[in-house]
T-cell receptor
């Protein structure tokens, strides 16, 4: 079983509020990712990190920001939430090495901005 | 432009029969492919993967077939069970190099499988 955790599971928040979605993993994985997914759509990569102090934007433009101060922690922040940010946010981690590995996902955060 | 395509949004099969989920890709540099299963309001869970050096990988009821010339892979579930009802995502990645985005997973839109008792 994957040891990657996201909090909160569900969040309903008003427009203009600042929010932070938490993601932690205990597997010591160096690579971590944030995906955004809407119903019937693919998972879109919005941020990734290859290690401490490394963060990159993904394929889908996002107004969110991320930080990676510790290996196990990869929080995502929205400074001012808008209804267009309503979506499911999925955090994942993966190890690197010569062999291929799968990514492990957290349970996701369902965000609703009203 | 989508690099990983799952052209069937949904599939319905009878319990005990075979489920076949299809996936096509356009990037010939992809060399590692994965299938994930996802329930609503949950994160995806890994099912099975295949490297481009193989054309088949089997794990219990799940078998993935890869046809590199056609840039096509499929997931077979035999026998299908009602608990298999979920959305199945196909994902692909290129060879990992240190730094850069080549190793990131690219996902399709998913196929919703319904297995009827």
């Amino acid at each position: 079983e994957a040891d990657i955790y996201q909090t909160p599971r569900y969040l309903v928040i008003g427009t203009g509020k600042k929010i932070t979605l938490e993601c932690s993993q205990t597997m010591g994985h160096d690579k971590m990712y944030w995906y955004q997914q809407d119903p019937g759509m693919e998972l879109h990569l919005i941020h990734y990190s290859y290690g401490v102090n490394s963060t990159e934007k993904g394929d889908l433009s996002s107004e969110s920001t991320v930080s990676r101060i510790r290996t196990e922690h990869f929080p995502l922040t929205l400074e001012s939430a808008r209804p267009s940010h309503t979506s499911q946010y999925l955090c994942a981690s993966r190890t690197t090495g010569r062999s291929r590995t799968e990514a492990f996902f957290g349970q996701g955060t369902r965000l609703t901005v009203v | 432009d989508q690099q990983v395509k799952q052209n069937s949004p949904s599939l319905s099969v009878q319990e005990g029969r075979i489920s076949i989920l299809n996936c096509d890709y356009t990037n010939s540099m992809f060399d590692y492919f994965l299938w994930y299963k996802k329930y609503p309001a949950e994160g995806p869970t890994f099912l099975i993967s295949i490297s481009s050096i193989k054309d088949k990988n089997e794990d219990g009821r799940f078998t993935v077939f890869l046809n590199k010339s056609a840039k096509h892979l499929s997931l077979h579930i035999v026998p299908s069970q009602p608990g298999d009802s979920a959305v199945y995502f196909c994902a692909a990645s290129r060879r990992v190099t240190y730094g850069g985005s080549q190793g990131n997973l690219i996902f399709g839109k998913g196929t919703k499988l319904s297995v009827k008792p």
